[in-house]
């Protein structure tokens, strides 16, 4: 998939502020079709509802640590969806954990990101996402 300026975004995290900031990092970078979720419940069926609507989101950014359903789960439940198996999918945590990679991994994870971050780190992320 190339890298386009309009590609749907969902961006998915608790906190109001890091929505802000990623939405305004991915901007930066030049991306105009952004949405957010404040968490992956809702996430899961905003992906739903625009896949049903035939407006498909396109890449999903989202946090891991959540209050109801973590970014991890939604991944699993994006994987474990055929329509969505090859969704592409960037995790942020704060979790430098090694661990937390392998788990991201083995899950399907597109890329990880570690906070904090710079908007330069998230594009050179999105770069290898979309090659």
Known sequence: MALKADMKILVVDDMATMRKIIKNMLGQIGFTNLTEADDGAPAWQMIKDATELGIPYEFIVSDWNMPKMSGLDLLKHLRET??????????????????????????????????????????????????
Do not use: C, D, R
């Open 82 to 131: 055929p329509e969505y198996q090859a969704l592409p999918f960037l995790m942020i945590t704060a979790e430098a954990e090694q661990s937390n990679v392998v788990i991201a991994v083995k899950a399907g994870v597109s890329n990880f990101i570690v906070k904090p971050f710079s908007a330069q780190v998230l594009k050179e992320k999105i770069a290898k996402i979309f090659p």
